[in-house]
């Protein structure tokens, strides 16, 4: 079993482009949104602080930005950054 520990501003950013890219695939395959707020125009503006690309609100745009994100992740969680053994 693994435990998830944020203990760095760096840890806490890869959750965070987890979290959206698990909200923009929802959205994507199934057009609901996790919560009010998180439209796909603000979960695009998040998105690009991690990517640093720009996005339009556009089916195939959320599909790069979805891409990307991925790209950005694979990294991060091939090196098992938030992964932490359980004691």
Do not use: W
């Not at 501003?9 to 890219?21: D, G, I, T, W, Y």
């Not at 720009?54 to 745009?61: L, M, T, V």
Request: with cysteine.
């Amino acid at each position: 079993m693994t435990t998830i520990v944020m203990d760095t501003p760096e840890k806490r950013a890869v959750f965070h482009a987890l979290q959206l890219k698990s909200a923009l695939g929802l959205y994507i395959k199934t057009g609901m949104f996790v919560t009010r707020g998180a439209t796909p125009r603000r979960l695009l503006d998040l998105a690009s602080n991690y990517t640093g690309k720009k996005y339009k609100n556009s089916p195939a745009q959320r599909e790069a930005c979805f891409a990307d994100l991925e790209a950005f992740l694979k990294p991060h969680l091939e090196a098992g950054t938030l992964a932490t053994p359980q004691a």
